[in-house]
């Protein structure tokens, strides 16, 4: 199977090339696009890019797989179609090596939703307790990885990737605007009403299509609206 | 929160409700446009300054006229966000856009008294 990988040493090299790859990949095998990559860095030791759970939880093998964005450790390699396989970084971030790219400006969104429970009453003698049906519309938004596939694959975010939050980062505030445990509610919209960071989403749902866990932004930032809405007429 | 300084207006949530209703309005104006056309036996002036002159559609017109004129305010800031990088070029571009919008509205109430 032919591979052509994005390689890029911006230590050494003037400008971005990619690199033909050839493996002997049995058939019928389910070797993942991860597998594969790890043994082309035997081939070629100097490849490098991001791996750790190699199933899917971690988040950290983002790739742009045959133009579309993925985790290589849950994309068999068989599912590939085409004579290549077109291996590229994570678009619109800056490349520190080869496969691996700066993942700053996305966590700066993340960071700036502020991703954790803020309550300000009395705290409980025990816990904060959450009916199973309060608890029930947290599925579809906790699940998230920060794998960074979705705002990469996002228009606006190329665009405005300091301005506009993405819709990973959107995802996760819905996440809390919806706790039932939080009551930052309020100022939570206040810091999203702007021109750029909720509302710069034009729905294209490139967000939708690439999740690798099957999530929907769009719909999370549909919801963040509507409450905006509810507090704003 | 993001500041922008020639937006049409100053939230996020405002902009974006403006857009949608102002688009519902051209809406409804070019559908009733488009059912008078197909429905009027002649289309000759005097059948158009029938139209025209009722003080009703004068106020309707108006309104289309000015949900044209936001409405392009508000789509053109964004595409200039989105494409047009350079400060200066942006400034110039959205200052353009702002001036053109209002000119056109003022031309435009003119020519529908004028009937």
Partial sequence: MQFSIYR?????DKK??????ELEIEAGSDMMLLDALIALKEQDPTLAFRRSCREGVCG?????????????CITPVSALKGKKVIVRPLPGLPVIRDLVVDMAQFYRQYEKIRPYLINNDEPPAREHLQSPEDRAKLDGLYECIL?????????????NPDKFVGPSGLLQAYRFLIDSRDTETSSRLADLDDAYSLFRCRGIMNCVDVCPKGLNPTRAIGHI????????? | MVTSA?????????????QRVTAVVLAAYVIYLAAFVFSAESLEFIVWQGLFGKLWFKIFSLLALASLCFHAWIGMW?????YIKPTGIRMVFQVLVILACFAFLIWGAQI????
């Fill in chain 1, 225 to 233: 609206r509507s409450m905006m809405l509810q507090q704003g007429l």
């Fill in chain 1, 60 to 72: 950290s093998d983002g790739l742009n797989i045959n133009g579309k964005n993925g985790l290589a």
């Fill in chain 1, 16 to 21: 971005p090339r990619m690199q033909d790859y």
């Fill in chain 2, 78 to 82: 964004i595409v200039s966000t989105d």
């Fill in chain 1, 8 to 12: 890029y040493n911006p230590e050494t």
């Fill in chain 1, 147 to 159: 794998c960074a596939c979705c705002s990469t694959a996002c228009p606006s975010f190329w665009w």
């Fill in chain 2, 6 to 18: 020639t937006s049409f207006g100053r939230s996020g949530l405002h902009d974006w409700v403006i």
């Fill in chain 2, 112 to 115: 529908f008294w004028s009937v």
